[in-house]
């Protein structure tokens, strides 16, 4: 690691030691957690001008709970505590985010925080893609409280989000989903340790006839600056049953839903074509979740 | 500025000054000779720098070691008590799972945490579990040979 500008490293043990130090230090403090992107951004040019590292592991944030609404996650619980809850491991609605913690190498999963992913706005993550895909919410901490943000208004641009200077991600809040509710995520990559060509995490709730009666499907992994709805696609899906020709309509109608970028990763030709394919294949996933979750009633 | 940071390493606490911005696996291989744990990468993706932390498997060039106080460090030398080798070890040397050698105790690190959680893996969660490690020469069988033959100790 380079990072010649750092000048201070700081375990702050309270919220308000947090705030003061975002205060003081302003545009040049950086929060970090597992640290595991911050070679990440260096490499990207991304930490000029960082002086002060705040590591807020110290502030009781790795905690868990979880009600009738929803799985509310501390931001500094790291990948691998969260594939140990049970209702990661096991119930269909979560099924995107199991798929997704599988992704990276241990040594990562170990580290690795989810506010520290969700933060970073890394269109290559596979987290957020996941985590947008079951209506994740941040919940961010500043001098005047704390507020929700939804994770499409929390994911401004490549790298960026629309934290305040001042404020931190405290936690995730992912809402409970109704029943007959299943998800999925799968990711092509070039090998095991590399950042996502593209990712798809796909949620859908079916009615009683089997009929699609919500689907949220989400784009990411460098096919735009953020990951993306597919609108189009989710339209598609809606009060329609679900059937192989028209999982291949609705991979089909992401491709319209995306301008994917062209990298050292893949083209944008070839990304699209991913898309479509991972689509549906992540529909048919997330529904023969839901089958297997309904014959084990 | 320098923080002082007390961690237990292989067992014995120690007590030292690090850089904002220094690496457990520069501190490791500087301050503490302790020259096992490789520096290949340097940016997390190549494994050869992994050691235990806390028990768990991690790349030691992304921790700050200024984040390390009260923690306890396990590196490759940490593992066999006086002159006995760890099962693991062994099975590498049986097995003739090093080539080059230069991701071994990389490798090894991560197959320790990883049967300490299963006992008795098939290849593919071998496999998996080993997926954050690179090697350029062996072509993994004998790797993959020699983690099994362990966890059948």
């Known amino acids: ?297 | 500025m320098k923080k002082l940071v007390t961690l237990e390493i292989n067992g014995k606490l120690q007590e030292l000054a690090v850089e904002p911005s220094e690496s457990l696996l520069q501190i490791l291989r500087k301050q503490w000779n302790l020259i096992g744990t490789k520096r290949g990468c340097d940016s997390g993706g190549c494994g050869c720098c992994t050691v235990h932390l806390d028990g768990k498997a991690v790349y030691s060039c992304m921790v700050f070691a200024s984040s390390l106080d009260k923690h306890k460090v396990t590196t490759i030398e940490g593992l066999s008590s006086g002159n006995e080798l760890d099962p693991l070890q062994t099975a590498f040397i049986e097995e003739d799972a090093v080539q080059c050698g230069y991701c071994t105790c990389g490798m090894i690190m991560t197959a320790k945490e990883f049967l300490a959680k299963e006992d008795r893996p098939d290849e593919e969660q071998i496999r998996h579990a080993i997926a954050g490690n690179l090697c350029r020469c062996t072509g993994y069988q004998k790797i993959v040979k020699a983690i099994k033959v362990a966890a059948n100790r």
């Open chain 1, 1 to 297: 690691m380079s990072l010649t500008s750092v000048k201070e490293y700081f375990t702050p043990g309270g919220k308000q030691e947090v705030l003061e130090l975002l205060e003081k230090y302003g545009d040049s403090a950086l929060i970090v957690a597992g640290g595991s992107f911050v070679h990440g951004l260096d490499a990207r040019d991304l930490l000029f001008g960082i002086e002060a590292l705040i590591d807020i592991r110290n502030l009781a944030l790795n905690e868990v709970s979880s009600d009738s609404a929803g799985l509310s996650l501390g931001a500094t619980v790291t990948f691998s505590e969260l594939q140990q809850l049970n209702e990661i491991q096991s119930s269909a609605a979560f099924g995107a985010l199991r798929d997704a913690l599988k992704c990276p190498p241990v040594q990562i999963r170990n580290v690795a925080t989810i506010g520290g992913n969700i933060a970073a706005a890394c269109p290559y993550f596979d987290l957020p893609t996941a985590v947008m895909s079951l209506g994740g919410v941040v919940q961010a901490q500043g001098p005047a409280g704390s507020r929700e943000i939804g994770l499409q208004e929390f994911f401004a641009g490549l790298f960026q989000n629309t934290l305040e200077t001042n404020e931190f991600v405290s936690g995730i809040f992912i809402p409970a989903l109704p029943a007959r509710s299943s998800s999925a995520f799968i990711k092509l990559e070039t090998n095991a340790n590399d950042l996502a060509i593209v990712n798809v995490a796909v949620q859908l709730t079916l009615d009683e006839s089997g009929s699609c009666q919500e689907a949220r499907l989400v784009v990411g992994g460098g096919v735009a600056e953020t990951p993306v709805r597919a609108i189009a696609s989710e339209n598609l899906l809606r009060g329609r049953k679900m059937t192989d020709e028209l999982f291949k309509q609705a991979g089909a109608a992401v491709q319209s839903d995306l301008e994917p970028i062209s990298d050292h990763r893949a083209s944008a030709a070839y990304r699209s074509a991913t898309a479509k394919v991972l689509t549906e294949r992540a529909l048919r996933r997330a529904v023969a979740r839901l089958d297997q979750a309904q014959a084990s009633i």
